[in-house]
């Protein structure tokens, strides 16, 4: 599933929820101090909480929490890890023999290398990362 930042001037990014989070993450370590969300009409006040930035509610992010969001991520680029071009991917052809690597200490360490790489946010994301900056400097935006 994915994650759709729009403006209210109807500019839009799409994100999946994993680099949504990561984005998150990220921020918040760079100094963003998320101010919480403003719940959608349609939601039940005493259902919602304000600390939702991750479903795709129709929650408002306003505007001073969004410029704090891009000045945040302002900060991450410069320190954005090199992508590494030498992971290959890894298939397994079956749960055994995931479970197998998994209990070998050199084949765990490469599937954990993997995954860090695979999601982590490095400089490819950097074009994704202006594009967000872009659009929070816009103002408020909903999460759709």
């Not at 129709?58 to 945040?72: H, I, K, R, Y």
């Not at 995954?115 to 935006?141: D, P, T």
Request: with cysteine.
């Amino acid at each position: 599933m994915t994650i759709d930042l729009v403006s209210i001037n109807g500019e839009s990014i799409n994100l999946s929820r994993m680099g949504w989070n990561k984005i998150f993450d990220l921020a918040v370590n760079n100094g963003w101090e998320p101010m919480g969300t403003i719940r959608p009409s349609s939601w039940p006040e005493d259902e919602w909480c304000s600390d939702d930035y991750f479903s795709n509610a129709g929650q408002l992010v306003q505007s001073g929490d969004a410029l704090e969001l891009a000045d945040a991520l302002v900060r991450v680029i410069p320190n954005l890890p090199e992508k590494r071009e030498d992971i290959q991917p890894l298939e397994f052809k079956s749960n055994a023999e995931l479970y197998e690597a998994l209990d070998d200490p050199q084949k765990r360490e490469k599937l954990r290398e993997y995954l860090r790489e695979i999601y982590m946010v490095h400089k490819g994301w950097e074009s994704k990362l202006r594009e967000l900056i872009a659009l929070c400097r816009g103002g408020e935006f909903i999460i759709l």
